[in-house]
């Protein structure tokens, strides 16, 4: 990540992607914020969630995520953006409330995702996770 081109950018995109299980459990939010730029509607769905989940005193397990980077594509001149598209798979979760009953579940899935990222004045920041666009 300490790379200042497109592979440094693609690192930042894993790491991103990879903290989301880790924020999730912990409700430790500070690196995945410092990383999650104000546009990105994702990061705030994200940050919500863990936050919510540490007041309620909900317990989040499983969902660990792996990171293959597809594609990285040059970065845009207008928006200075570098689009990664990952494929992303994700294992099952399952969220509980204090008394140890499930209130939430995820299956084990595997997306396919487009990641924006750019330099942001202490390091790269994701601007974007979205779907990732038909070729």
Known sequence: MDREDAKGAAAAAEYFIELYPYIMATGDTAEFEAMSHEACGFCDDALASARANKVAGYTYLGGALSVEVLDIYQQDSLTSLIPIDVRVEQAA?????????????????VNESRVEVAEGGSGWVVVEIAPRPES
């Open 93 to 109: 979760s399952s969220t509980l409330d204090r008394t140890g009953a499930e209130i939430a579940s995820a299956r084990h899935e």
